[in-house]
């Protein structure tokens, strides 16, 4: 596991280099499309590939998971280079992808495909989000944080339901998942679903105060460099 963080975060911070420091930005919009596709393509073979061998499992195999389904979102985000969508998922993206990558839930060790995959996914998404920062200097608001969690919880709810009709547990809704997560210490089912409220709210309120600071110090910047009206 941390073979492949180290491989993946490499990759993350050549791509982040090269587009602040040496692409154009006809280069930035294209090269970063192509790694958000190439996110989603891992994702879109796992299920083709199944389907193909017979083994596809609705209960597991759908891209119902949170960062499968932003993985399938992002070339979209990335290609029409909107910020908005990109705020959504920023939060989304460094909230889910952190447990994953601290705690990983998948058993299956390199070259299996679907080691691959979910490194692929849950590393690759925090690297396009740090690009939308980085390179394209986007930043994100309060504003955009209410947004993204009412988004989440609304996503929340219909995955549930799909829970309920396919007798899955897509985004751990309906039980814990296995093995040792942040999920072990927030108690039982229904209770952790709410507990993960307030984790929620603290890592999003975390993920704003670099971009605070940072207006902070652009707003200084500009009262600094305006012209002295007093004589």
């Not at 989603?40 to 199944?50: G, S």
């Not at 960062?67 to 399938?72: D, E, H, K, T, V």
């Not at 975390?206 to 971009?211: D, G």
């Not at 600071?213 to 200084?220: A, G, I, N, P, T």
């Given at each position: 596991?941390?073979?492949?963080?180290a491989?993946w975060?490499?990759?993350g911070?050549?791509?982040?280099?090269?587009?602040?420091?040496?692409?154009?930005?006809?280069?930035?919009?294209?090269?970063?499309?192509?790694?958000?596709?190439i996110?989603?393509?891992?994702?879109?073979?796992?299920?083709?590939?199944?389907l193909?061998?017979?083994?596809?499992d609705i209960?597991t195999?759908?891209?119902?998971?949170l960062?499968?389904?932003?993985?399938?979102?992002?070339p979209?985000?990335?290609?029409?280079?909107?910020?908005f969508?990109?705020?959504?998922?920023?939060?989304?993206?460094?909230?889910?992808t952190?447990q994953?990558?601290?705690?990983?839930?998948h058993?299956?060790?390199?070259?299996?495909?679907e080691?691959?995959?979910?490194w692929?996914?849950?590393?690759?998404?925090?690297i396009i989000?740090?690009y939308?920062a980085?390179?394209?200097?986007?930043?994100?608001?309060?504003?955009?944080?209410?947004?993204?969690?009412?988004?989440l919880?609304?996503?929340?709810l219909?995955?549930?339901?799909a829970n309920l009709i396919?007798?899955?547990?897509?985004?751990y809704?309906?039980?814990?998942?296995?093995g040792?997560?942040?999920?072990?210490?927030l108690?039982p089912?229904p209770w952790?679903?709410?507990?993960?409220?307030?984790?929620?709210?603290?890592?999003?309120s975390?993920?704003?105060?670099?971009?605070e600071?940072?207006?902070?110090?652009?707003?200084?910047k500009?009262?600094?460099?305006?012209p002295?009206k007093?004589h």
């Open positions: 596991n941390l073979i492949s963080l491989v975060w490499s990759i911070i050549i791509i982040i280099y090269l587009g602040r420091n040496q692409w154009s930005e006809t280069q930035q919009k294209k090269y970063i499309f192509y790694f958000a596709l996110i989603a393509a891992t994702q879109l073979f796992k299920i083709f590939a199944r193909y061998l017979g083994t596809f209960t195999d759908l891209p119902l998971e960062c499968n389904i932003m993985s399938l979102i992002m979209f985000i990335m290609l029409y280079k909107w910020r969508g990109w705020s959504i998922m920023f939060f989304w993206i460094c909230a889910g952190a994953a990558m601290v705690t990983p839930t058993i299956e060790a390199f070259p299996n495909y080691a691959l995959r979910y692929a996914v849950h590393v690759g998404l925090p989000a740090i939308g980085v390179v394209y200097g986007w930043r994100v608001t309060w504003k955009d944080a209410l947004f993204s969690a009412i988004g919880n609304l996503i929340a219909v995955i549930y339901f396919f007798d899955s547990n897509y985004m809704l309906n039980a814990k998942p296995p040792v997560t942040i999920y072990s210490i108690g089912w952790y679903i709410l507990r993960l409220e307030g984790v929620i709210f603290i890592l999003f975390l993920l704003l105060i670099p971009f600071w940072l207006s902070y110090l652009d707003k200084k500009r009262n600094g460099n305006s002295n007093s």
